[in-house]
T-cell receptor
Framework: NAGVTQTPKFQVLKTGQSMTLQCAQDMNHNSMYWYRQDPGMGLRLIYYSASEGTTDKGEVPNGYNVSRLNKREFSLRLESAAPSQTSVYFC???????????????FGPGTRLTVT | AQSVTQLDSQVPVFEEAPVELRCNYSSSVSVYLFWYVQYPNQGLQLLLKYLSGSTLVKGINGFEAEFNKSQTSFHLRKPSVHISDTAEYFCAVSRITRNKLVFGAGTILRVKS
């Protein structure tokens, strides 16, 4: 049982390049989330998916797109990377029902992205 | 909307001393409250959570937190810290009817020998 896995662990991009961050969970959780972590700002929600086939914007969605490929996988895409997107990105999953209250989230190890 | 304020960005403390990490939240509706810990270069893991019932919640690694509704606080405490407790700690809140968390900015706990 690997929990939540993320690839890659590290990535350096040039401004304007695109890339996809991958996330997978093996806990049969309904909900999945993408956050970014910046110093002094805590974690901010980019997008989330309450269930397979649905996605919703979080607090800071601009410049990102997501795909909930199936129940296990939730990817985050940067179409045209900007230096402001330099951050650590975390994926998380939660067992709560799609319309239910969150009671716990499980986090992946993170992807450290630098955009030059 | 909910918001979380962690009152200290860094807390230095000597080993075996007690520590309190402060968290205040703002919400017009009932909420659930969480503390997460992030060790260097790792993801977050849940320390403890308050959903309902007793306002004193015990978590892993000897941590506990007390929910105070009148003061809208959820402070984290440990009576005696170890070097291994050095990490960043995040307070988070969710509305009871929603499935999203709002995080505070984090408090870095530095335990010195």
């Amino acid at each position: 049982n690997a929990g939540v896995t993320q690839t890659p662990k590290f990535q350096v991009l040039k401004t304007g390049q695109s890339m996809t961050l991958q996330c997978a969970q093996d806990m049969n959780h309904n909900s999945m989330y993408w956050y970014r972590q910046d110093p002094g700002m805590g974690l901010r929600l980019i997008y989330y998916s309450a269930s397979e086939g649905t996605t919703d914007k979080g607090e800071v969605p601009n410049g990102y797109n997501v795909s909930r490929l199936n129940k296990r996988e939730f990817s985050l895409r940067l179409e045209s990377a900007a230096p402001s997107q330099t951050s650590v990105y975390f994926c998380a999953s939660s067992p709560n029902p799609p319309s239910g209250t969150i009671t716990e989230q499980y986090f992946g190890p993170g992807t450290r992205l630098t955009v030059t | 909307a909910q918001s979380v304020t962690q009152l200290d960005s860094q807390v230095p403390v000597f080993e075996e001393a007690p520590v309190e990490l402060r968290c205040n939240y703002s919400s017009s509706v009932s909420v659930y409250l969480f503390w997460y810990v992030q060790y260097p270069n790792q993801g977050l893991q849940l320390l403890l959570k308050y959903l309902s019932g007793s306002t004193l919640v015990k978590g892993i690694n000897g941590f506990e937190a007390e929910f105070n509704k009148s003061q809208t606080s959820f402070h984290l405490r440990k009576p005696s810290v170890h070097i291994s407790d050095t990490a960043e700690y995040f307070c988070a809140v969710s509305r009871i009817t929603r499935n999203k968390l709002v995080f505070g900015a984090g408090t870095i706990l530095r335990v010195k020998s």
